[in-house]
Structures are given as structure tokens and as C-alpha cells.
């Protein structure tokens, strides 16, 4: 299993990032797919969670009306749009299926 996310960088407050992520070694059409995040000194959380065929998303509170989960089932690709970023949505954004991780993406957000 191979996961490898793309498209952080440094925005200010307000802006939008996409953040990609490339599977690869598995079914991805048939695989629930999640977003979390790592700030600095805290713990890893939930962000999104997209179900195999798309039907289905959820939110973090945090998150939830500012960022999209989508995914692309014929590219093998995982998506996550997020727009009206804030200081706080700053930390590493990590794609993940099952117990597999990708290395993670850096979202800055500046004030």
C-alpha cells in the first residue's frame, strides 16, 4: 500500500488549498478513505472520511462547511478542498486507509 499526498504550502488566512493523495496497492474504488491532521505539540485528529463510492462524507466539526472530501475512483486519487482556511487549520495533513498512512502534506495558514 502506497500513499503519497501533494499540494500543501503556505497560505494566508482566508485562502484555499487542494490537497491530493495518490494510491496505489490495493481497491482503492472499494476502500473508505480519511483525512486527518498533526499540529504541532498535539495529537493526530479526524478531519474527513469519504465512503468507497463517494455516497457518503463526513466532517469534523472543526472543518465541516469550509472543507470537501471528494475522490476520483478512476485515477486512484483522493481529494481534499479546503477553503476559508484559519491560523488553526495550520499541522500536517495525512491521507489514510485502514491502518496505512501517507507521509503527509503541510498546510500553513498565516494570520
Known amino acids: 500500500v502506497q500513499l503519497v499526498e501533494s499540494g500543501g504550502g503556505l497560505v494566508q488566512a482566508g485562502g484555499s488549498l487542494r490537497l491530493s493523495c495518490a494510491a496505489s496497492?490495493?481497491?482503492?474504488?472499494?476502500?473508505?478513505m480519511s483525512w486527518f491532521r498533526q499540529a504541532p505539540g498535539k495529537e493526530r485528529e479526524f478531519v474527513a472520511r469519504i465512503s468507497w463510492s463517494g455516497s457518503s462524507t463526513y466532517y469534523a466539526n472543526a472543518v465541516k462547511g469550509r472543507f470537501t472530501i471528494s475522490r476520483d475512483n478512476a485515477k486512484n486519487m483522493l481529494h481534499l478542498k479546503l477553503n476559508s482556511l484559519k491560523p488553526e487549520d495550520t499541522a500536517v495533513y495525512y491521507c489514510?486507509?485502514?491502518?496505512?498512512w501517507g507521509q503527509g502534506t503541510q498546510v500553513t495558514v498565516s494570520s
Open positions: 496497492g490495493f481497491t482503492f474504488r472499494l476502500a473508505d
Open positions: 489514510n486507509y485502514d491502518r496505512y
